[in-house]
């Protein structure tokens, strides 16, 4: 709010002031002379200058009060230069506005004001520090340097990044004096010293107030011995650490090997043979932050080349990844509740997040790619944007984050020049804060609530883009790829196919170099991620299809913004992928032709089969788009592709299992026919009309190949003539079999009437009626038994339960099955194993077919339903494994044969779909070697050997055998 609105423009508030009585005392013509009291307005053009730069300091009140007790230890030239000379105005009133302790050391020294006039403040960092030889003067100037780029930083002359790298120079030069005046005192003849910079020091990237974290190295020098050396080195190194702690701030070398309990001073070997043996994750993700910033900086330079290596293989340590993220949650977890949603450095969404993030980055990939390696956040992050690591979108994020919650920190470590992270939650310390960041109150809200948005929203990207980026499960997959195996050049491509079994590896190379070819953003990020998928698709049958089939897809879809940003940063979308690809033609046939469908994989929940009616409704509302009939059902088919790709994925990533695939295709095709129905028939049809789903559909045990077996049912309404009716439901019906069938890049749907009465020789469509009388004089008990799988699926409800009721009768006879009904199922059965085997299949191993397989077990089940359903209602249900249930609870079948029924029906199932999935194309047969077996056995046997897992087959199936012998003999 504008002061002006309460006080009038003639009141010192609407300048910031909130003690108006000292203010005007301070002001007035007793004090700096700047405020009118009689009329209460400014003294002068040159008093507004000045009361409007007061108005923007952090706190004005205390900006007043100290320039007032500076002006009484300066003299008149310190006021006459605030009032004329611009620059230094704002420099000198920023400073004394936002800390209290900088005033007192101003007011303590009142000659160093002149520090901040315009040519002293263009002098390069660390000028102040250097030729001093006493700590008294090395204290002065630091404090004279320190005052400058505080100046700078308030007044917007150096941005964040350049006050780090001010800091950081200015570190650099307190350490390097701090050394020589430890040397003038103690001599240097015995060794050589280097410090090296760690931490936010060695990054670049100091705060204000902040210990610098240092390792020292030594080596004898001249003649001296080692022992003597590192005792001279400590020496020296403990003089300076004392030196810099009277100056500035304390050193702290606790990142030393063994930190506070190991040798201050190390030679080179000796830190080398402590990082080879001892050193855990945690001390080589420090080392990258690892520069050379005072004493020998040759001898600085030679340790880092000798741990360089060491630091770049760090991430291959099979916990390495696990360590850094269990160290992050440590430092989380040691924060004080009540400081844990302000903390802006340790806390979530603080600058620790960052920092991690990007670091454990660089750990992983930054052993392939040098351009990684800088100890700078900023630089790093920036890095990791260029080279693909991070997205654009992400890593700008980042960076605004990073700058934003840096000037935070600073602002609050100036405000009394001590070391905090805590934003403040009183009310006068944050209304303090959002001044020093520049808010002022404004028509929408205050300063307080502008900078809290800021901050919240800052902040929860942060946290957003840390679990996003440090639990990528892609990171742990790279890290561990051996480095070498990480440069994907020609000869080590080629080396490493011949190593992973790639049956061509000079056609697997060309597929590399075709994805991985140039420079731009899409081959870097290949680059990044297909050393990994190479690994996935090793662990396949066939690694040499799923790399052929990861490129067809990239080229359909490569040059999409979001293809390769899903791969890198969403989930597990790339080792799913990866593997999916890898196993499955069916899965990439469904991808390449739906590219968008990849998103499917970034969750589990995306992978959750939708229910029957949530996919009718929306078949039926993409239907209703177009007025087209073929348009119409082309768009049903494009969803029920997607669905079909969401229930092949989640299959083969072993989230269904056998009976849910089941119940999902099933759905799948309930929906289709629905939505289907509704555009053939039209929104009023002139008569009722039913489809009846039979076999494995009216089972609701819809399998990969399996077609939509069906019966059409109408009734005629009143007034119309039965062949009128007859020719509107077969319109209708033909309709609706061409629209699912019709070629289209998506998956045709077989609509098989072939169950009707007199199978394919009989009317395609009848009435109730018609069924009614050729049940009750005509149907054979084979008729009798495929009824037994009868479900309404789609068009009438009403009709289609008047359907059932009257199949009832044929599927559950009274009394059960005569004598020669039975010995009939018995012929029908023997001819069904003698002449459907196709010529040339393995009986052991045909899933449907075979000894053992599905067609066995059901022929089983419905033999009992046919014998029994009239007595046992829990037999009434067209579901294989529901009627088995019902016949066990009914004590019909002996609980051992029951279980090998139920286990050779569940295996043979899984087996004909797998199979399904991994050819592409339809198939029964499991063949007894080869890549198929493989496949088979990679997703079903629990890490089996292919071979073994044949023997489990058969021996599932043998068992299955037997029972159904058993059972068929004793009927």
Known sequence: MDPTAKTGPGHLARFGFTDNERTEAIAGPGGLR?????????????????????????????????????????????????????????????????????????????????????????????????????????????????????????????????????????????????????????????????????????????????????????????????????RAGSALAARMMEICGFVAWPVDAALRPEGSRGALVRTVASHLAYYKKWAKTWEFQALLKARPAAGDLELGEQWLAELRPLIWSAAERPEAVDEVRGMRRRIIEAIPRAEVDREIKRGPGGLRDIEFAVQLLQLVHGRADESLRTPTTL???????????????????????????????????????????????????????????????????????????????????????????????????????????????????RARLDVLGFADPAG????????????????????????????????????????????????????????????????????????????????????????????????????????????????????????????????????????????ACADLLGLLDVTEVGDALSAVIDATLRATLGVTAGPSPALEFAIVGMGRLGGAEISYPSDADVLFVYETPPGMADDAASGVALTIAEELRRLLSRPAPDPPLGVDADLRPEGRQGPLVRSLGAYQQYYAR??????????????????????????????????????????????????????????????????????????????????????????????????????????LAAALAAGLLDPADAAALEAGWRHASRVRNLLTLVRGRPTDQLPRQGPDLAAAASVLGEGAEPQEFLDEHLRIARRARAAVERIFDGA
């Open 34 to 230: 700047l405020w009118d009291p009689v009329n209460r307005r400014p003294a002068g053009d040159d008093a507004v200058a000045v009361l409007d730069t007061l108005y923007f300091a952090a706190d004005p009140d205390l900006a007043l009060f100290q320039l007032h007790r500076l002006a009484e230890v300066a003299g008149e030239e310190v006021l006459t230069a605030v009032l004329t000379d611009r620059a230094l105005r704002r420099r000198l009133i920023g400073v004394l506005g936002v800390s209290a302790t900088l005033g007192d050391l101003l007011v303590a020294n009142p000659d160093e004001w002149r520090e901040l006039l315009g040519e002293q403040n263009k002098r390069p960092a660390g000028y102040s520090t250097r030729d001093v030889s006493t700590v008294p003067l090395l204290r002065s100037g630091y404090r004279r340097e320190l005052l400058r780029i505080v100046a700078a930083d308030l007044t917007a002359a150096a941005d964040v990044e350049v006050t780090m790298g001010r800091l950081t120079e200015l570190a650099d030069a307190t350490l390097q004096a701090a050394l020589d005046i430890a040397i003038a005192e103690q001599g240097s003849d015995a060794c050589r010293l280097a410090v090296v910079a760690m931490g936010k020091c060695g990054g670049r990237e100091l705060n204000y107030v902040s210990d610098v974290d240092v390792v020292f190295v030594a080596e004898p020098a001249g003649d001296a011995d080692t022992e003597t050396a590192m």
């Open 379 to 493: 630089a790093g992050l920036r890095a990791l944007i260029e080279g693909g690591y991070v997205g654009l979108a992400d890593g700008e994020a980042l960076l605004r984050a990073y700058r934003f919650l840096r000037v935070v920190e600073h602002r609050l470590q100036l405000q009394r020049l001590r070391r905090t992270h805590t934003v403040p939650d009183d009310p006068a310390g944050l209304r303090w804060l959002a001044h020093a960041l520049g808010y002022r109150p404004n028509a929408a809200r205050d300063a307080v609530e502008s900078f809290r948005a800021d901050w919240v929203r800052h902040s929860g990207e942060v946290r957003r883009l840390h679990a996003k980026l440090f639990y990528r499960p892609l990171l742990e997959a790279v890290a561990r790829v051996p480095t070498e195996q990480l440069r994907l050049t020609p000869d080590a491509a």
């Open 508 to 647: 697997a190379l060309r597929h590399i170099e075709a994805l991985t070819g140039g420079v731009s953003r899409t081959a870097a990020i290949q680059r990044q991620l297909l050393p990994v998928l190479l690994s996935e698709f090793a662990d396949a049958p066939e690694p040499d299809r799923g790399l052929l089939a990861y490129r067809q897809v990239s080229e359909k879809v490569g040059n999409t913004p979001w293809y390769l940003r899903l791969l890198r940063d969403e989930g597990p979308v790339a080792m799913r992928l990866a593997r999916l690809l890898a196993l499955s033609r069916y899965v990439t046939e469904l991808l390449v032709h739906d590219p968008e469908a990849l998103r499917l994989l970034a969750e589990d929940a995306e992978l959750v089969p939708r229910s029957a009616e949530v996919l009718t409704e929306g078949f039926a509302a993409a239907a209703a788009r177009h007025d087209d009939p073929e348009a119409a059902i082309n768009a049903v088919r494009a969803l029920r592709r997607r669905e079909l790709f969401r229930i």
């Open 778 to 883: 005509w149907s054979r008990v084979w008729e009798a038994q495929a009824l037994l799988r009868a479900r309404a699926v789609a068009g009438s409800p009403g009709l289609g339960e008047r359907f059932l009721a009257l199949a009832d009768a044929t599927r559950y006879p009274q009394g059960g099955l005569t004598r020669e009904q039975i010995q009939e199922i018995r012929r029908l059965k023997a001819r069904v194993d003698s002449e459907r085997l196709p010529r040339g299949a393995d009986p052991a191993t045909h899933t449907k077919l075979g000894r053992g397989g599905l067609a066995d077990v059901e022929w089983t089940v419905q033999l009992l339903q046919l014998q029994h359903g009239h007595a046992v209602p829990a037999l009434r249900t067209p579901r294989t494994l529901e009627a």
